[in-house]
C-alpha cells in the first residue's frame, strides 16, 4: 500500500470516530478537538487517554502507547500491520451499511408474528431488552431491494455477504443481533443451519463496556443465553459467541481483577464442558478467578430460565459454583 493510499484510510476514517464506534467515550474536552477518556487499551480507572481529533492521534498517559488510527487498530484487535490495515478498509465500507441494515431488520421484527413467537418461545420477551440487543428480523427477500434504492450497489452487497453470489438476500427467515462489526442470524426453521454470521471477525466479548463495570461476570455462550440473564436482572452477563474465544475476548477478561463464572452448555456430549475446563485453566494461568456454574445435565442458561428457572434459581447456581 502506498504512502498515499495509507494517507486517504486514515483520512477517511477519522480517529474519533472509530473509537465511538467501538464504545469510547470521552469524559472531558481539555481544550477544542483535545478529549480525555479511558483508555481502550489497558485497565483504566481514571481517564488517561488522550485524542486529538484534528491531528487524529492518540497517547495514553498510562500505558504509554500512542499513534494513529492504524495504530491503534493493531493494538485493540491485537493484529499486525497487514491485518489491521485490512479491518479498516473493512470497517471503512462496512459500518454504516451494518447499522443500515441493522436498522431495517428492527423495523421487521414487530411486523412478523412468526419472529416474535419465535422469540417468546426462547424466553426473550421485554421490550426493554429487544431494544438493549437492538433485535431484528430477516424475513428475506426485501433487504436487497432496500439497500439497492439506498445506492448501494449490488457488488458492495455480495462483498459485505448480505446478499448471496446468485443475488438473494444471505439471512432469510432469521432473527438478528447486531454485533460490534457484524450480524448474528438465528435460523427459526430447523431445516436450515442454526448460526450465522457474516464474513469477517467476530469482534470482542458481547456488551463487553457494561458487564466490564462489575468485578464479577458471568461468561455464556449464546445470545439466547445472554438475553435471559440479561432479561432476569443479571447485566453483568456477557457472551462469547460460541465456546472457543478469540484473542481480543480472552484478553478482555483478563484486563482487570475480576471473578468469572462461566456458565456454558452443560451437554455431556457437546462441546460445552471440555471448552469450559481449558478456559478454566487458561484464565486460572493469567490470574483470573474462575468458577464454573453447574446447570442441571442438558441445560444451558437459556433453556434454564425457558423451563421455569428463575433468578433467585440462577443466583443459587452462582453461589454454589466452584
Ligand atoms: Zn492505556
Known amino acids: 500500500m502506498s504512502r498515499q493510499a495509507l494517507d486517504e484510510l486514515k483520512q477517511q476514517i477519522p480517529l474519533l470516530d472509530y473509537l465511538q464506534a467501538h464504545d469510547w467515550r470521552p469524559v472531558r474536552q481539555l481544550s477544542r478537538g483535545r478529549l480525555m477518556g479511558l483508555c481502550p487499551l489497558h485497565e483504566d480507572h481514571e481517564p488517561s487517554f488522550l485524542v486529538d481529533s484534528h491531528k487524529n492521534l492518540f497517547y495514553c498517559y498510562g500505558c504509554g502507547r500512542g499513534g494513529d488510527v492504524i495504530r ?6 491485537q493484529v499486525k500491520f497487514p491485518q489491521a490495515l485490512s479491518l479498516l478498509r473493512q470497517w471503512r465500507g462496512l459500518a454504516p451499511l451494518l447499522h443500515e441494515v441493522a436498522g431495517f431488520y428492527r423495523m421487521q421484527l414487530q411486523r412478523h ?49 448480505l ?6 438476500d444471505t439471512y432469510r427467515g432469521r432473527v438478528v ?36 463495570l462489575y468485578a464479577e461476570v458471568i461468561l455464556v455462550e449464546g445470545l439466547f443465553d445472554y438475553a435471559v440473564l440479561w432479561q432476569a436482572g443479571f447485566h453483568n452477563v456477557t457472551c462469547s459467541m460460541g465456546t472457543n474465544l478469540n484473542a481480543r475476548q480472552f484478553r478482555q477478561l483478563c484486563d482487570g481483577p475480576r471473578t468469572v463464572y462461566l456458565a456454558f452448555d452443560a451437554d455431556t456430549n457437546g462441546s460445552g464442558q471440555p471448552a469450559a475446563q481449558s478456559l478454566v485453566c487458561r484464565l486460572g494461568e ?37
Not at 123 to 143: C, D, K, N, Q, T
Not at 296 to 316: I, T
Open 177 to 212: 443481533f447486531p454485533l460490534e462489526a457484524n450480524l448474528y442470524g438465528r435460523s427459526l426453521s430447523a431445516a436450515a443451519p442454526p448460526h450465522r454470521f457474516l464474513p469477517g471477525i467476530k469482534g470482542g466479548l458481547y456488551s463487553w463496556d457494561q458487564a466490564q
Open 72 to 77: 491503534l487498530a493493531e493494538l485493540y484487535h
Open 113 to 161: 408474528g412468526e419472529a416474535v413467537a419465535y422469540l417468546d418461545q426462547r424466553g426473550v420477551r421485554s421490550p426493554e431488552l429487544i431494544e438493549h440487543m437492538r433485535i431484528g428480523y430477516a424475513p428475506g427477500g426485501r433487504l436487497r431491494g432496500w439497500l439497492t434504492q439506498l445506492g448501494y450497489s449490488l457488488q458492495t452487497l455480495r462483498q459485505a455477504g
Open 163 to 168: 446478499v448471496t453470489a446468485s443475488g438473494y
Open 286 to 322: 493469567q490470574g483470573v478467578n474462575v468458577r464454573t456454574v453447574a446447570l442441571p445435565d442438558g441445560y444451558d442458561p437459556n433453556s434454564f430460565f425457558v423451563r421455569g428457572g428463575d433468578a433467585r434459581q440462577f443466583q443459587a447456581l452462582l453461589e454454589a459454583a466452584r
